[in-house]
């Protein structure tokens, strides 16, 4: 993984930039050294580099105002929401304004009739749940991070979580759209209505790292809570039992709430750290939530546990109360932080496979585990093949980093070479950038750059990320000629 190298030209333009934006945002540009150490890297912390200066805008005016005077001056942005990226989607770099969302906090409207809500990007994922869970709502998109995490960011990354498998990425919950594009314009794209006519821009948007706007207002589909909710946790003496069970139940045609898995060395963290009753001798792990109906969850849990008996579980339990299920999920979502208690430092990779070959990319993992050198502990969405292996290294030992974005690259390739995919939900930023042509061909590339180009000419926002060639956009098209003489010879070429 490697950082762009600043552009001279504009960092010793650093004064005149910093000026520009105080006159726009008088209150809120960060530009001393010690101030802006805290924005230097995202969750992806082995990768670090202080920004050329901070600037937190409150209104979209004047976030319009920063982006046209950038374009007019030839300076780069990376958006920023709350910094929870792991790959490095929001890392700053040394000849870009970092522009941060976190004073965009507000939830702007809540519209229970129409069953959506209205937010700003700086609002957390988990402060959506809260504001309406009074009424019995709630919004289903619930990534580990969901404390901390920012709606903008979850847009920018098509969040997930555990509960995805049954409602889906933040794609799938999305509603609407207020975004700032480079040259300063405002657009709104989708609503609160149900389809609209013309392109799905908004499909392009979710996903996009921050690549082709800055996104100021988020509406959300918004879900009735569940009359019931129970999980079954399962142990498993190996982890390819694990594996077909996590298929016997989708094949029998049950779509749980959350269907997760973790493999022994999480396990052990996991309980270590949050006490939740796990088995620590099992090699695998699967919890499983349904919710619906009393009668109906009441069924399906019958049918998983027998499931997960023919499986070979050796441990079954299910929850009676709300205050058991929340603990299964605790040593979960937990999962994360434990892993900081047995390792000095991990990378958390994130590649998503078909779930037939979660026993055999597992058992291979752990033969690229021998081969680097490094530990894996591995905590994953098995119910839609998104796995998350964490790398457990220790940065102060001389090579270990590069062991294990070695041994992290390995993982992703063999997630493509069993015809899955280089990221599910933490995007590909820096740390999957180099990696995008073992899955996607030049033509491939080359058309992506293409909608980067409709937006952003210039390549000025988020520079160095996702793509690992950059080309000026002049360059990605073609020019005929015809009998060996160039059209219009009188113009330019680049």
């Known amino acids: ?10 960092v010793t333009r650093r004064r005149e930039i910093v000026q520009t934006l105080r006159e726009i945002v008088p209150d809120g540009v960060i530009a001393e050294e010690a101030a802006m150490r805290v924005y230097d890297s995202d969750g992806l912390s082995a990768l670090r580099q202080m920004p050329l200066v901070v600037v937190l805008p409150r209104t979209t005016d004047q976030v319009a105002r920063v982006l046209s005077a950038c374009r007019r001056d030839g300076v780069n942005i990376v958006p920023r929401g709350a910094g929870t990226s792991l790959s490095g989607g929001s890392t700053p770099l040394g000849d870009a304004v970092t522009l941060g969302m976190s004073r965009f906090n507000r939830i702007l409207d809540i519209d229970l009739d129409n069953r959506c809500a209205t937010v ?6 988990l402060a959506i749940s809260w ?13 580990s991070s969901q404390i901390a995490c920012s709606i903008g960011g979850n847009v920018a990354e098509n969040a997930g979580g555990v509960h995805c498998l049954k409602y889906g990425l933040t794609a799938n919950n999305l509603l609407g759209l207020e975004m700032v594009l480079m040259t300063g314009e405002v657009i709104r794209l989708g609503g609160r209505h149900l389809d609209q006519p013309g392109y799905d821009l908004m499909g392009v948007i979710t996903g996009s790292e921050g690549l082709l706007g800055i996104i100021t207002e988020v509406t959300v589909r918004l879900l009735r809570r569940p009359e019931t909710a129970r999980a079954v946790l399962m142990g498993f003496d190996d982890a390819r039992q694990a594996g077909a069970c996590v298929a016997a139940i989708i094949a029998a045609g049950i779509i749980p709430a959350g269907l997760e898995m973790m493999d022994g060395p999480a396990i052990r963290a996991a309980e270590d750290f949050v006490h939740a009753g796990y088995p620590v001798t099992a090699d695998a792990l699967l919890i499983c939530e349904l919710d619906g109906p009393a009668v109906e969850v009441d069924t ?5 546990e027998s499931l997960a008996r023919a499986n070979g579980a050796t441990t079954l339990r299910t929850s009676t109360t709300e205050d058991e299920r929340l603990l299964f999920w605790a040593g979960r979502k937990a999962a994360f932080p434990a892993a900081g208690r047995i390792s000095p430092d991990y990378l958390c990779m994130d590649g998503t496979i078909p779930r037939r070959r979660l026993p055999e990319v597992l058992e291979r993992m752990q033969g690229l585990s021998r081969q680097h050198g490094l530990r894996v502990a591995n905590v994953f969405h098995a119910g839609d093949g998104n796995l998350h292996p964490l790398i457990l290294f220790d940065a102060n030992r001389p090579g270990e980093l590069e062991r294990a974005e070695a041994f992290g690259a390995d993982i992703l390739r063999l997630c493509v070479e069993v015809g899955g995919v280089l990221t599910g939900e933490h995007g590909v930023g820096l740390e999957k950038r180099d990696l995008m042509p073992v899955m996607f061909g030049p033509e491939d590339i080359r058309q992506q750059q293409r909608i980067k180009c409709a937006f952003d000419p210039d390549h000025r926002l988020n520079p160095g990320k996702v793509y690992p060639t950059l080309h000026r956009c002049a360059e990605l098209g073609k ?10 010879p009188d113009l330019p070429r680049f």
């Not at 993984?1 to 504009?10: A, C, E, R, S």
């Not at 504001?131 to 990534?143: N, Q, R």
């Not at 399906?300 to 998983?304: P, Q, T």
């Open 1 to 10: 993984m490697q950082l762009p190298v600043p552009d001279p030209t504009i």
């Open 120 to 125: 700003q990007p700086g609002v957390t994922n």
């Open 131 to 143: 504001a309406v869970e009074a009424d019995g709502f709630y919004y289903a998109p619930d990534p």
């Open 300 to 304: 399906l849990i019958a049918r998983v």
């Open 479 to 488: 020019l005929h000629v015809s009998g060996g003489h160039l059209p219009f």
